[in-house]
């Protein structure tokens, strides 16, 4: 393979790996908050057991998500000094701040958040994770500035060999950052849902006598989900008119229109001159994936809610089924979305700007291919701890807190809960009042 092709395949391997733990940090961090303020408001210690083994999950993929980040950062290092070079004045103040908002305030407040049970007043401490999601979600708001600048340059001015911003306003109000934005966050809560769902229905079938803390985690992921799923695909069918108007030719491939491709190849060819500046048309079947599975996760989550919310006892087990094999749709379903939106700017690095091949630093294809296994292998045992690591905690269950979040002693669960622990009773979920 040639040294682009190579330098491609790496940037889809730790972009699309890193984009799987930033999605479930998204996903987890406003339920979590929600938890703690039925706790904080409501007093019942359920919710603050809720919290507790959430947050254990939460903390292990956000820890190992930073990790990923920092190899996808060698690699943007390593391989793309030509981007660097045009677009450094410009992306300078969105990482900057994404620095400081990321790496500064939120691991300031997330270490407060571990180590103030029952130390911080029950007001101080769910303020420290209330600022632990705004400083996640501002994150990813200017980290997709960045890229919606690559999607579509605004607010610049050449300077030089290279371009400035002149204009942040522009470039924070970019109408390829909004669109995305209204399906990247419902997207990203529609995971933590599912995955909460999920992790809540494998204890129903597994058993668990601790039905009053699974019963509310599940209703948490089914509410959510119900709401976030139709959104995603709301937000992915806005994007098209959007996106269409400054990048014809992905929008024609994604809706597999050949009149529309056409049409758009003729206005690339007149804008940037002749050529074959359309992205691989391998993107329509990625995107189809993507709507394929959007659509089962818009039909299954009102569907599911509702049918939790009628108790239909005998058809139980088979939708809890359900929802533990849809756990990692979400999760595919952003990553086809993630791999839509980046290979379909192609042959463009930064659209109309600078193309892929230009932003390619002077490296060669034996150290391009040793960074890509390097990189690749590290991401990859990251992905394999992370993912041993939540599932052992998901099997301890919240009984055992192996994080200990600053705690001495585990909650008292409710009364009526340890009741009916106690009493070694098998029912099934949802059988008892108070659903």
């Known amino acids: 393979m040639e040294p682009l092709d190579l330098a491609r395949l790496e940037f889809a391997l730790t972009t699309s790996l890193h984009f799987l733990f930033v999605a479930l940090t998204l996903g987890l961090a406003?339920?979590?908050?929600?938890?703690?303020?039925?706790?904080?408001?409501?007093?019942?210690?359920?919710?603050?057991?809720?919290?507790?083994?959430?947050?254990?999950?939460?903390?292990?993929?956000?820890?190992?998500?930073?990790v990923t980040g920092i190899?996808?950062?060698?690699?943007?290092?390593?391989?793309?000094?030509?981007?660097a070079k045009l677009t450094g004045d410009v992306f300078g103040a969105a990482i900057a701040l994404e620095t400081l908002v990321a790496f500064f305030l939120e691991s300031t407040f997330l270490g407060l958040w571990i180590f103030g049970w029952h130390r911080l007043p029950r007001i101080a401490h769910l303020a420290a994770f209330a600022v632990v999601t705004l400083t996640a979600y501002a994150s990813a708001f200017l980290i997709m500035a960045s890229n919606s600048?690559?999607?579509?340059?605004?607010?610049?001015?050449?300077?030089?060999?290279?371009?400035?911003?002149?204009?942040f306003g522009a470039l924070v109000g970019n109408p390829a950052l909004t669109v995305t934005?209204?399906?990247?966050?419902?997207?990203?809560?529609?995971?933590?849902?599912?995955?909460?769902?999920?992790?809540?229905a494998h204890h129903f079938l597994r058993r668990t006598r601790d039905v009053d803390f699974f019963r509310r985690s599940m209703r948490v992921g089914l509410v959510v989900a119900a709401v976030t799923a139709p959104l995603v695909m709301a937000g992915g069918i806005a994007q098209f008119p959007v996106i269409g108007g400054f990048q014809p030719a992905k929008?024609?491939?994604?809706g597999g229109d050949a009149e529309e491709l056409a049409r758009a190849r003729s206005l690339l060819a007149a804008q940037f001159g002749p050529g074959d500046l359309t992205p691989p048309a391998?993107?329509?079947?990625?995107?189809?994936?993507?709507?394929?599975?959007?659509?089962?996760?818009?039909?299954?989550?009102?569907?599911?809610?509702?049918?939790?919310?009628?108790r239909w006892s005998v058809r139980l087990r088979p939708l809890l089924r359900v929802m533990t094999f849809l756990i990692p749709l979400p999760f595919a379903a952003v990553v086809c979305g993630w791999v839509v939106r980046e290979?379909?700017?192609?042959?463009?690095?930064?659209?109309?700007?600078?193309?892929?091949?230009?932003?390619?630093?002077?490296?060669?294809?034996?150290?391009?291919?040793?960074?890509?296994?390097?990189?690749?292998?590290?991401?990859?045992?990251?992905?394999?701890v992370d993912y041993s690591l939540i599932v052992d905690l998901v099997r301890r269950g919240p009984e055992e807190d192996a994080?200990?979040?600053?705690?001495?002693?585990?909650?008292?669960?409710?009364?009526?809960?340890?009741?009916?622990?106690?009493?070694?009773?098998?029912?099934?979920?949802?059988?008892?009042?108070?659903?």
């Open 30 to 66: 406003p339920l979590i908050l929600y938890m703690q303020a039925r706790w904080v408001f409501g007093g019942r210690p359920v919710y603050e057991r809720m919290t507790r083994f959430w947050g254990q999950i939460y903390l292990v993929n956000y820890a190992l998500g930073i």
């Open 71 to 83: 190899v996808m950062e060698f690699q943007f290092g390593l391989n793309w000094s030509g981007l």
């Open 149 to 167: 600048f690559m999607q579509h340059p605004v607010g610049y001015e050449r300077h030089g060999t290279g371009i400035r911003l002149t204009d």
């Open 181 to 200: 934005l209204a399906h990247l966050l419902p997207a990203a809560l529609s995971v933590g849902a599912f995955f909460v769902a999920g992790v809540s």
């Open 251 to 254: 929008t024609a491939l994604t």
């Open 282 to 310: 391998w993107i329509h079947e990625v995107s189809q994936v993507m709507i394929f599975i959007g659509q089962i996760l818009a039909l299954f989550a009102p569907l599911l809610l509702l049918l939790m919310v009628w």
């Open 343 to 384: 290979v379909g700017r192609q042959p463009w690095a930064v659209y109309g700007l600078l193309r892929t091949e230009e932003a390619l630093g002077d490296i060669g294809t034996v150290a391009i291919t040793g960074s890509l296994v390097a990189f690749t292998a590290v991401l990859l045992l990251l992905a394999a």
């Open 403 to 435: 994080l200990r979040l600053g705690a001495r002693t585990l909650p008292v669960p409710d009364a009526d809960a340890a009741a009916h622990r106690s009493s070694g009773r098998e029912e099934e979920p949802w059988t008892s009042s108070g659903y």
